[in-house]
């Protein structure tokens, strides 16, 4: 028995759907009518059970239970669990007394302490917090994890570009440090010329009194020789007619010694001199968190875009699966000679690219519009935005491209040592998904609308690998990636965080998964290239029917696009026809 008590206001805990994991183990679901094993795709609501399309009819008939409630399997009612009355153990509790705020089997409320109060359906009370706990749980799962993950990245963006300023600024110093280093080599080497100067001016002014003194000294040492003769008895008589008479001693002056004068400087001066990197004295700008009613749809709230909105969900309440696939009409695409992809802009204009690298636009006639030559292949390899625009990629240049209204060819995205395949507009909020391979690696990266990288995915919380080769890829309403991969031979579905969902592997021993795209409802189409169907699968993964076959004249289907949110576009290997069939009504 469940313990109320941990439970607000007594109401039953609220048990969720098996996991992810679980749910991908199961292809389809199994009606619940005794000997009926076909594909359960409808859910009645009073008795809880799956019904296939031939037991909801015969349950509709039924006097006993024509008055239940049957809807679609995914719009279900969650099944209130079973809890015993602690009062009365033979009886369950399926009441709720909004006065007493507490949950009551029906013998309770017959009790004189609820008198005159007024009971709703538990049941009811349950599904409505079910539901609110679903919510909170999306909101997680579509704009807290995402939000988070953004700022993050953010984070992680502000680290690089951090390192390359400081880089950049050490690489700045050393260039300064080495150029005052360079001035100061210069300085010293002039103030030693400079000194070599004043050596030799000095050492050339006291080698001029050095000769003035020879030349005395000689003088001095003549007139010494003279006198001497004059003394000789033979020259006595000369003493007395001869004046004696001697030059005085030449005065020279004493150098002036060079005294040298210390610079006056400190490592406070040097640092000035350098100068000092810091950061500006001005308070930090907070990271910018979108809303959650903006993040979750990534729209601008014009009227315009809320109207179309509006329109949409209204749209969505009222379609549901045609019992049959009807035929709307057929395009024979000139340029190609095949349909190995094709995108719809908003205008209904048609994009077709076959094996060859052909990429051509149609008018709602079948005309010729414009063509590109490309190096895509076998893959989804272009996209239509909601602006009207073209995206496609080159795989040989690894560089993803932009065609505008105005059929200007614009580079918008260089993918560096990855090779972009596949590639996917959002509905959502105009960003793009884009599958990539390298070497024997591959990935999904999504994109802004502006062409800034903001997320990628390659592995699982297990860190296995997710892809091969994502050929075609495409966006569900709930945010979900949904990537055909052919080398896998599955459809990969991973949430908008990128945590894996399920891994889709067909009916059949051989399933070979080409161009994918999903519908209003959150139904997934995929193209089986082998058994020349369309797969139809739930938002959970959940097989529901084939809704294309050979019946239909299906051969070899490589691409499927949903556009006006109730027809499906499909082309083939075989032909350059593309044909439009309506499945929703």
Same mark, same amino acid.
């Given at each position: 028995?469940?313990?109320?008590?941990?439970?607000?206001?007594?109401?039953?805990?609220?048990?969720?759907?098996?996991?992810?994991?679980?749910?991908?183990?199961?292809?389809?679901?199994?009606?619940?009518?005794?000997?009926?094993?076909?594909?359960?795709?409808?859910?009645?609501?009073?008795?809880?059970?799956?019904?296939?399309?031939?037991?909801?009819?015969?349950?509709?008939?039924?006097?006993?239970?024509?008055?239940?409630?049957?809807?679609?399997?995914?719009?279900?009612?969650?099944?209130?669990?079973?809890?015993?009355?602690?009062?009365?153990?033979?009886?369950?509790?399926?009441?709720?007394?909004?006065?007493?705020?507490?949950?009551?089997?029906?013998?309770?409320?017959?009790?004189?302490?609820?008198?005159?109060?007024?009971?709703?359906?538990?049941?009811?009370?349950?599904?409505?917090?079910?539901?609110?706990?679903?919510?909170?749980?999306?909101?997680?799962?579509?704009?807290?994890?995402?939000?988070?993950?953004?700022?993050?990245?953010?984070?992680?963006?502000?680290?690089?570009?951090?390192?390359?300023?400081?880089?950049?600024?050490?690489?700045?110093?050393?260039?300064?440090?080495?150029?005052?280093?360079?001035?100061?080599?210069?300085?010293?080497?002039?103030?030693?010329?400079?000194?070599?100067?004043?050596?030799?001016?000095?050492?050339?002014?006291?080698?001029?009194?050095?000769?003035?003194?020879?030349?005395?000294?000689?003088?001095?040492?003549?007139?010494?020789?003279?006198?001497?003769?004059?003394? !000789?008895?033979?020259?006595?008589?000369?003493?007395?007619?001869?004046?004696?008479?001697?030059?005085?001693?030449?005065?020279?002056?004493?150098?002036?010694?060079?005294?040298?004068?210390?610079?006056?400087?400190?490592?406070?001066?040097?640092?000035?001199?350098?100068?000092?990197?810091?950061?500006?004295?001005?308070?930090?700008?907070?990271?910018?968190?979108?809303?959650?009613?903006?993040?979750?749809?990534?729209?601008?709230?014009?009227?315009?875009?809320?109207?179309?909105?509006?329109?949409? !969900?209204?749209?969505?309440?009222?379609?549901?699966?045609?019992?049959?696939?009807?035929?709307?009409?057929?395009?024979?695409?000139?340029?190609?000679?095949?349909?190995?992809?094709?995108?719809?802009?908003?205008?209904?204009?048609?994009?077709?690219?076959?094996?060859?690298?052909?990429?051509?636009?149609?008018?709602?006639?079948?005309?010729?519009?414009?063509?590109?030559?490309?190096?895509?292949?076998?893959?989804?390899?272009?996209?239509?935005?909601?602006?009207?625009?073209?995206?496609?990629?080159?795989?040989?240049?690894?560089?993803?491209?932009?065609?505008?209204?105005?059929?200007?060819?614009?580079?918008?995205?260089?993918?560096?040592?990855?090779?972009?395949?596949?590639?996917?507009?959002?509905?959502?909020?105009?960003?793009?998904?884009?599958?990539?391979?390298?070497?024997?690696?591959?990935?999904?990266?999504?994109?802004?609308?502006?062409?800034?990288?903001?997320?990628?995915?390659?592995?699982?919380?297990?860190?296995?690998?997710?892809?091969?080769?994502?050929?075609?890829?495409?966006?569900?309403?709930?945010?979900?990636?949904?990537? !055909?991969?052919?080398?896998?031979?599955?459809?990969?579905?991973?949430?908008?965080?990128?945590?894996?969902?399920? !891994?889709?592997?067909?009916?059949?021993?051989?399933?070979?998964?080409?161009?994918?795209?999903?519908?209003?409802?959150?139904?997934?189409?995929?193209?089986?290239?082998?058994?020349?169907?369309?797969?139809?699968?739930?938002?959970?993964?959940?097989?529901?029917?084939?809704?294309?076959?050979?019946?239909?004249?299906?051969?070899?289907?490589?691409?499927?696009?949903?556009?006006?949110?109730?027809?499906?576009?499909?082309?083939?290997?075989?032909?350059?026809?593309?044909?439009?069939?309506?499945?929703?009504?």
């Amino acid at each position: 028995m469940l313990n109320c008590a941990l439970y607000p206001k007594n109401i039953p805990y609220i048990m969720f759907e098996p996991s992810d994991e679980q749910a991908a183990m199961q292809h389809f679901l199994v009606c619940g009518t005794e000997d009926c094993q076909k594909n359960g795709q409808f859910y009645c609501n009073a008795c809880h059970r799956p019904l296939s399309e031939q037991c909801r009819d015969e349950h509709l008939k039924s006097p006993k239970t024509k008055t239940h409630e049957i809807v679609l399997y995914r719009h279900r009612k969650p099944q209130l669990p079973v809890e015993k009355c602690e009062l009365h153990p033979t009886r369950t509790v399926d009441i709720f007394c909004r006065e007493c705020q507490i949950s009551l089997c029906s013998k309770c409320s017959t009790m004189k302490e609820h008198h005159t109060h007024t009971f709703d359906d538990l049941e009811d009370i349950y599904a409505e917090k079910y539901a609110a706990w679903q919510g909170k749980f999306s909101e997680i799962q579509k704009y807290f994890l995402p939000t988070s993950l953004g700022l993050k990245t953010n984070i992680q963006e502000d680290v690089t570009q951090i390192q390359k300023i400081m880089k950049r600024i050490r690489t700045s110093m050393k260039a300064e440090a080495e150029s005052l280093k360079n001035l100061v080599d210069e300085v010293t080497s002039e103030n030693i010329d400079h000194s070599h100067t004043m050596e030799k001016s000095l050492l050339k002014m006291l080698k001029s009194q050095e000769t003035t003194y020879d030349d005395y000294i000689a003088y001095l040492w003549k007139m010494s020789e003279e006198f001497q003769e004059y003394l !000789s008895i033979t020259n006595r008589k000369l003493l007395f007619s001869k004046t004696l008479n001697i030059q005085p001693i030449p005065e020279t002056t004493k150098p002036v010694q060079p005294v040298f004068t210390a610079g006056q400087f400190n490592k406070h001066d040097v640092a000035k001199l350098l100068g000092r990197v810091n950061v500006p004295n001005t308070n930090p700008e907070n990271r910018k968190i979108q809303p959650m009613e903006v993040e979750a749809t990534h729209k601008k709230s014009t009227e315009k875009q809320l109207e179309q909105s509006k329109e949409k !969900s209204d749209m969505k309440q009222t379609l549901s699966l045609s019992s049959s696939v009807t035929k709307v009409r057929e395009y024979s695409v000139p340029g190609v000679n095949s349909a190995w992809h094709v995108s719809v802009d908003k205008s209904g204009r048609l994009w077709v690219s076959d094996y060859r690298g052909n990429l051509v636009q149609t008018d709602l006639q079948g005309n010729l519009l414009q063509k590109i030559q490309t190096s895509g292949w076998q893959e989804g390899y272009h996209t239509a935005t909601q602006d009207g625009d073209l995206i496609y990629t080159d795989k040989d240049k690894k560089v993803i491209y932009k065609t505008t209204l105005d059929k200007k060819i614009i580079e918008f995205i260089k993918t560096g040592d990855w090779k972009p395949l596949s590639v996917h507009s959002s509905c959502i909020n105009g960003d793009l998904l884009v599958g990539m391979v390298k070497d024997k690696e591959a990935k999904v990266t999504g994109y802004s609308k502006t062409g800034k990288e903001i997320q990628s995915i390659q592995r699982d919380n297990q860190g296995q690998e997710l892809y091969s080769e994502p050929h075609y890829i495409t966006e569900n309403i709930n945010g979900d990636i949904c990537t !055909s991969d052919n080398n896998k031979r599955a459809v990969v579905v991973v949430n908008k965080s990128g945590q894996h969902r399920f !891994s889709y592997t067909g009916q059949k021993s051989m399933f070979c998964p080409f161009g994918i795209c999903t519908d209003v409802l959150g139904h997934i189409l995929v193209c089986d290239y082998f058994s020349n169907t369309v797969h139809l699968l739930d938002q959970d993964g959940g097989f529901l029917s084939f809704i294309l076959s050979p019946q239909q004249g299906i051969k070899r289907p490589r691409s499927v696009c949903v556009k006006n949110e109730k027809y499906l576009y499909v082309g083939q290997h075989t032909t350059n026809t593309v044909t439009v069939y309506k499945h929703l009504q």
